[in-house]
């Protein structure tokens, strides 16, 4: 068996997208149904039905998350105000998707947002069994993300991955992250700010990035300089192996210190 190549991740994503593919397919002929193709959208509509968000902020051409926000507000799949949603009417009323837009671009445009949902899909249910599979073997302990309610920062508090051994004492953290080539510089900066505020908080904190997927060499390089460890996940074991060399009291594991805190402009200082 280990003669013949077998791409787990592969196995397992492609009846992922299948699903998610027949489920906007589904969304979508309902949203054809209710605006009269594409033509009318009502903010009521809208606000009650706010899983459609991915779809609708397609056919609004608004790009981003940020754009989203500076055009229409706070919003979600989960909730969407009756403000928000009567300004998302709006902008596709005037834009009317339906004229300008066939239904296989439509498909087309959603494509990158599938591809995002199931690169987290896979971070969380394949990838981060791996590394967990991996602690246990090693008998590090830890709490998974699901299990802690956040892991204190500099700047703000949230949870990491995996605490170890868990978040009020923390010794190490593992974040397990799948980029592809063009989101690779975004992941970086992302997990370079959250590692920069979790070691800023707590000093002798050992920082691990697990990576897989196509990462540029220029953004695990710079990666390196924050993490103590950034490993690909087939050396999983191997990182394991060295957290539970440093819960020993190894001190040598850990490679950088983050000093860093904020304080009022106007705090008075004491002289001798």
Known sequence: ??????????????????????????????????????????????QCNSYMLPILQRLANITSKAALKKQIGNVSDNAISQPAAKKLAEI???????????????????????????????????????VAKALDDANVPYKLESEYSSLEGVIYNFRADFAIPDEKFPKALIEV????????????KDKMFSAINWKGKNKELLAVLVVDGEWTSETLKAMTRVFDYVVPLNRSSD???????????????????????????????DKD
């Open 1 to 46: 068996m280990q003669a013949v190549p077998f791409d787990v991740e592969s196995a397992i994503t492609k009846g992922v997208y299948i699903q998610l593919r027949n489920r906007v397919e589904n969304l979508l002929n309902e949203l054809y149904i209710i605006t009269k193709g594409l033509e009318e959208f009502h903010a009521d509509y809208i």
């Open 92 to 130: 596709l009323n005037k834009r009317k998707p339906g004229q300008t837009m066939t239904r296989q671009q439509i498909l087309q445009s959603i494509e990158p947002t599938l591809e995002g949902i199931v690169r987290d899909l896979v971070g969380r249910v394949l990838l981060e069994r791996i």
């Open 177 to 188: 992250r799948k980029s592809s080539s063009r989101h690779a510089s975004l992941y970086a």
């Open 239 to 269: 990182v394991a192996t060295a957290i539970y060399e440093y819960l020993q009291g190894d001190i040598s594991k850990l490679k950088w210190q983050i000093n860093f805190s904020i304080t009022p402009a106007n705090l008075k200082i």
